[in-house]
């Protein structure tokens, strides 16, 4: 509870709609950065940024999902993989899992950056 509290006092410093906008931001820098820095990189989702929630989809062509989230560990880059409770979105979309990289107030370009550095080095890991 003294977390969340603390959270919210945070939250109200800042003020939603400014935490709103730096949010936009960073998800249209980061639908703008990865596919032209990622190569073999697939985003999923609607190209409008305002139709995002600071979330961005992804799969790299030839690389399973679980194997691009486990690399990007152990560069301190955290992600989620696999069907994030979407289960038949996912089977819509022929593929068994995704990554989810997300940006809020305390994520900042540099963070978009090495995100996308990272993929980069993945795919060339993979032969991609």
């Known amino acids: 509870a003294i977390g969340l509290g603390a959270a919210l006092v ?3 410093g800042i ?8 949010e936009r931001e960073l ?3 980061a639908l703008d950065v990865l596919p032209r820095e990622v190569p073999g990189i697939v985003v999923y989702g609607p190209p409008d940024v305002d139709e995002h929630a600071g979330v961005v989809t992804f799969n790299l062509s030839g690389v399973h ?6 690399l990007l560990d ?3 880059i955290a992600v989620r993989a696999g069907h994030h409770c979407t289960q038949p979105l996912h ?8 990554v989810r990289a997300s940006f809020n107030v305390y994520s900042d370009r540099d963070d978009v ?3 996308a ?4 080095r993945v795919t060339t890991l993979f032969a991609v």
């Not at 089977?91 to 995704?98: I, K, P, Q, S, V």
Request: negative net charge; without cysteine; aromatic residues 6%.
């Open 91 to 98: 089977e819509r979309l022929g593929e068994a899992a995704t």
């Open 15 to 22: 003020g939603m709609d400014a935490a709103r906008a730096h």
């Open 74 to 76: 152990r560069e301190a």
């Open 65 to 70: 999902p679980h194997d691009v989230a486990t």
């Open 113 to 115: 950056d090495r995100l």
């Open 117 to 120: 550095a990272a993929l980069a």
């Open 10 to 12: 945070y939250l109200e």
């Open 27 to 29: 998800t249209a820098y």
